[in-house]
């Protein structure tokens, strides 16, 4: 229903940048909420962050909190992933999401979100 756009992953080296993208295509995203997860091979998909799109409210796993942050630009429809202080452990896809029905404590739940991105590829390596 919603089609959502990632750019912006890349190789980079560990302790550098990235910052990706995620475009929707939806004529407004409010009451939506936008995540982003990564996934490597052999491995379930895993959150990473959330952002609700009124008042802005943020969540974060464990593993990137202090490193990444999640933002947003209504005027644009998207949302934003800063990776800080990449480690090699950072490396997947990462993936779009999101959802107009997702309440406050399922935020981090996959399976609360109906539209995905097709993801881009994220390298830490030296």
């Known amino acids: 229903q919603v089609q959502l756009q990632e750019s912006g992953g890349g190789l980079v080296q560990p302790g550098g940048s990235l910052r990706l993208s995620c475009v929707a295509s939806v004529y407004s995203l409010r009451n939506y909420a936008m995540a982003w997860f990564r996934q490597v091979p052999g491995k379930e998909r895993q959150f990473v962050a959330a952002i609700r799109w009124n008042g802005g409210h943020t969540v974060y796993a464990d593993s990137v909190k202090g490193r990444f942050t999640i933002s947003k630009d209504s005027a644009k429809n998207t949302v934003y992933l800063q990776m800080n202080s990449l480690k090699p452990e950072d490396t997947a896809v990462y993936y779009c999401?999101?959802?107009?029905?997702?309440?406050?404590?399922?935020?981090?739940?996959?399976?609360?979100?109906?539209?995905w991105g097709h993801g881009t590829q994220v390298t830490v390596s030296s």
């Open positions: 999401a999101a959802d107009p029905n997702v309440i406050y404590s399922q935020l981090s739940n996959v399976e609360a979100y109906d539209d």
